[in-house]
């Protein structure tokens, strides 16, 4: 029927209307936040994520370039076991698998940071020399969080066990127990607060390698973005993220996530739309 | 790609898989309120309803019957152009016509008001002895607002227009001018405030004729339904307005709308929430 | 130091003083909400609870008592592992044993209704002719749900595992799926969408018995109560569910939770306020 | 300049024009909350609710009467020094001298409910034998409040002072210490939680006599009015209160006052504009 | 009545009290925002703005000086016909005019952005040499938008159509479709992104000039102005702005508008309150 | 009972648990607000601040220091007699007196700005030479306001009255009357709307002084701290206010308090968290 057609691309992120085999970035939803001790509710995340870039241009001025003739795909969101961590960390490991099979680029939307380590973990298993860099506000470095080995607040640890020593780059970390900044010291490349400066000289050491990007949204400071479980002040701009982001093109990235977006605390919805924005310009990177 | 293929179905309210053929009742989003004169936002509503209907079962205890077996199309929204009354109003007039002709039943969700007078306009030409029952805060009776004759402030003297005299039955209403309800008294059945008593009373009366019913949810009280755009103190409740419609299934429903819900005043979503059980239990009455 | 000793009993339940060993009743807080799919938020409720009961009078002119005599005890919340399901219906349950085994009444806040379940099971062995009786607007009678055995939306089912047949009494129900309401009419005895007349022809049958009484705070409408996960349009009143409450005077309760409170969904507290003040009423029954 | 003209009118009450030497009634603004111990806000009350007045109709289809041919004049704030309680009342009372001197009805808009007193002390001086209706969800019966005789808790108290044994009529009590209860035992028509039955129950007995009405917005349930600051669950509903409302015009009414609306609360606006309603019907009734 | 008057000169902005004929700078609100696409709202904006500057210094340390000398006259609010674009422009054009005729400076607060558009026509056709400055984070150079010439979308097109090639100065633009971009290469002067730096190196090439400045509000960052209708993240700071607007004085401003304001989105208020240090500022710099 | 002995501690700050006799600095919440002329709600802010701490880390990367280690003590929340201002100022002055003659330092947190006057006045007569550094958006030089002496608005005014002269230093003011400015050319060292630069500039004369330092929140601006009373757009980033709060530690405090944070009007509580973490540095620096 003529005219009435328009609904079924709604849900996709950016209207994506490529087909998975073409593309060369697939985009899958999380909805996981159960190991999260403050506030739960980022599960909402990737739903709302790509809801309000309904309302985002395709053409980037920040690149000069456009989503209309990238391959990617939209995946949609996993379905999961509410409540049963180990049983969702798998289904993620193996979807990533999966993707990484078949030669395409993972893009995740949490959910919470724990989800990075499964995805990781395959990346790593592809690229032995995989380097990744993190944005957040927080270390994430502990070894448990209340007895638990698998916690938002354990996962960059984890994630330290798949790669190579001082193969994690930390960017804007303000937050942690003195034990993680110690592990630190000696097995990450930590850098205090500050995000633009520390990753502009980290660039050239970076560029060729293979390099897995995480971003824990709460690296920008609640001002602008204030949708999120555990917000910190003291972050940066969103202008000075998206000049980062934008540089995102001169590395070489075989896998990406943004997390720990929460819409039930971003009333005004400028969270969504800084990581519907950050995810464009990933896109525009990586296709 | 197995296990990737959720995505498409979310867009649509409860998931209707049916498509247009075979369908009994079409659902049709409006994203139109511009002739609204306090607090627009009532274009994001049919997004929105069919987004919480993502929580709903398709069981209704309320009439012991389930959505499963309805054959029922969500259509998505029209594409209507933003600030044009005269444009809109044809598009949504041009739709109504096309699935009466195909021998279906419309269902408008709104947007503002205004929206029921092309519908009506074409349901009436198709049933001439149609009765309109709706359920409002607001007689809605005006002849005209700020000088416009099409108005969310004068749809329901418009829809007299199109249909015989003492054929629209209102009920609740609890606002208006006094020329409105010197109108009410000669031309249509105006019953003040209250809404499952004069229903029962009417109900009889109303077996059997063909019948459109608007439902304005500022009908209930603001209470229950705060996510509209000129909230009136003194309604119903959600529980009577569910009563209510549980006894539409004994009507001949030739057509139906429910409008002014506006999320953006809703931030519990019980409004939408509201709606949606309603158009459940509309869809169970008619298909 | 004289004039600074008024923080010590900020934190507890209208300023509970009473010491463990003296009390009759032992309030327990259970931070837990894992398995919710829809909107989690539910392990802020019971220090939001304590924090409003700080505005509430210990006299209540319901039941004209006060609190000021009686002996319960707030015992705070429980430290559960965050995401690990099982390990934290342990520790709830190991908590319920060692409070019956004091010959004390458990009283749970809610967290999740799943926290339901492994309380009932240590009150059941201790009263094998308990009978339940559940306030809520969902049946909670799916025997999985994602495949999972232990959820919010199967513990009704669960307890229906430790008691005898027909021993569950069921208020207020208005959502479920088709399945849950044929279990019901076999297995349980229920009451769909009215509360206090259906609860006050049950009462003398009751009377007597050791009862559980468990109130999903979803039972009253979301307008009385829109701090909720799964709001659902429709239910009672707050004044009919103080109403109700006001009779538990009249049973022999043995043991209640309180759940599905979210204070992250109620912007005016009052749900958190109607949750204060339902407990007042019970303490004031039970003590 | 032509046209230009509309914005000297916004400010007031329903677009009020009469001049005060013409009116009957005087409708004052008191932004005065300094002895409110739990949430402050009701300030900006009166501002609110004549902001949202401007969306009422002149026109009530509860007493079929319209305001415009109403003498009453909206005389703005008053200019009260913040902080400063006893300034504040001396201020109010002779605000309320001068009016009554001038032979016409004192009508304020709080504010906190204290500004209760200053009136009632120059409307009983006028009226000896004027019997106080108050309708409210707390007593406010205490003669101390953290040992400050002037406070909103203490108020009726005050009031009661003011006026002879047995002649304040309190609707729709539910919260208070023991002693309040007891005093009112003796000294008040207390009645208990429900607000419509007792008062049509009183209605005779109060025909003729002078009349002061202070109504707490608190009275109404925080699910229809959630804009204040001590919200008590179990209250009324809107609809209740305005039949309630409906009837003053049978009583003498010789002085009125609106409490305890907290705009901050009140996101939805219903609160205010349940407010501005009930004044309507007020001034219909007395004008 | 003496102490009563306070309430006639409550709705102007920051009490103006000059009237129209002494004055130099005429403010109009105009309550427009039909062909917005995403989220209406900016109507209310004009009477919100002159509320919360009821809070705001005459004296502005930004400039040393104050408005109290100052010639501003604020005439309220346009009343335009709700869905009616054509009569609504009209009615905005003709009132430019007028103000424009009588020698005085028009200052205009929307409303959508929109309203630029008869604005600029009349003021170029005063000053045929003007250059408009555009502080915005969209382009709004579109052609058309849903098939409509006249959209908050295109605005600057149409500006652009009545002034000269390459008088267009345009600030922090960062969201657009690859076509405005191409055409402002060759008939305006883009600035992407940043705002002060660009601004301060065209000052001295703008000194003497005509001017017409138009602010739409989400040129600063959502963080700053969530209260908008389409937030762009990655904008300048709310300091920034105002060191903008201070040099304001050292220009040729012969009109002026702040647009896209939207209070329903802007809970802390904080948009409004800038937008209303925005226009003190400019007033100091025009009178 | 174990396990249950959880709650004591909730409701102090960052858990302190050392007792008042071995503590160097006593931290004393004060939940005042009554002469605020603007939007009341500061009084929930000690409270509010406590509840945020819990999800701090005692361990600060900034001063690379933990508060493991330190002594201090919360001590409550002080009893004051709501709308008794001098009362309240008589309470708070009495208990800064008892703290400093225990030879602790007071750290108080309002509360409204006017708390300050009092706790300075005890403090400048143990240090005749003190110095008071404060950070705010408003003067608060005023003489009187609304015709009182001691009120919000004039706080600092009262302070300059115990201080010598000059030995005020204020930092990010951007707001006030005339008056206040040319006051502070005669009798402060006022910097206009900068923070951290002229503090930095002013660190070296102030090093080995005794200093009190008093911050009211709003001097960052509201985009990161949008839970205060007046918010003043154009002020710093919670970054800048955190590096110049690192910088404490090289001052010789010996009395400081933390104002303005309110609550109510800070739904994402990115306030209380800044106001937490910068009560945190406080702690490192002066203990």
Do not use: W
Request: aromatic share 10%; charged share 30%; glycine share 6%.
């Amino acid at each position: 029927m003529k005219g009435f057609d328009k609904l079924l691309d709604q849900g996709k992120f950016l209207r994506s209307k490529e087909n998975y085999e073409d593309s060369k970035a697939v985009i899958v939803g999380v909805p996981m936040d159960f190991t999260v001790s403050f506030r739960p509710g980022t599960r909402m995340a990737p739903r709302k994520i790509r809801e309000v870039s309904y309302g985002l241009e395709d053409y980037s001025p920040y690149s000069d370039d456009s989503l209309n003739d990238k391959k990617y795909y939209d995946a949609g969101d996993l379905d999961i076991p509410f409540g049963n961590v180990g049983k969702s960390l798998e289904i993620i490991e193996r979807t990533a698998a999966m993707i990484l099979k078949d030669g395409k680029i993972p893009v995740f939307i949490g959910g919470e940071h724990l989800i990075t380590y499964p995805v990781v973990k395959q990346v790593a298993k592809e690229y032995p020399e995989l380097k990744v860099l993190q944005f957040d506000a927080h270390a994430d470095l502990r070894d448990t969080f209340f007895d638990e080995k698998l916690s938002h607040a354990t996962v960059m640890r984890r994630v330290c066990e798949c790669i190579r020593e001082k193969h994690l780059y930390q960017f804007g970390i303000r937050s942690g127990v003195k034990e993680e900044f110690t592990f630190a010291e000696q097995y990450t490349h930590m850098n205090l607060i500050d995000v633009k400066g520390p990753f502009l000289e980290n660039l050239n050491e970076l560029r060729g390698h293979p390099v897995y990007i995480t971003i824990d949204i709460d690296v920008v400071d609640p001002a602008f973005a204030p949708g999120t479980g555990t917000p910190e002040p003291g972050g940066c701009t969103s202008k000075e993220i998206l000049e980062v982001v934008s540089c995102f093109r001169e590395l070489n990235i075989v896998g990406f996530d943004l997390v720990e977006v929460s819409p039930i605390n971003d009333l005004s919805e400028r969270t969504s739309l800084l990581a519907a924005k950050i995810l464009r310009e990933l896109l525009l990177a990586v296709c």
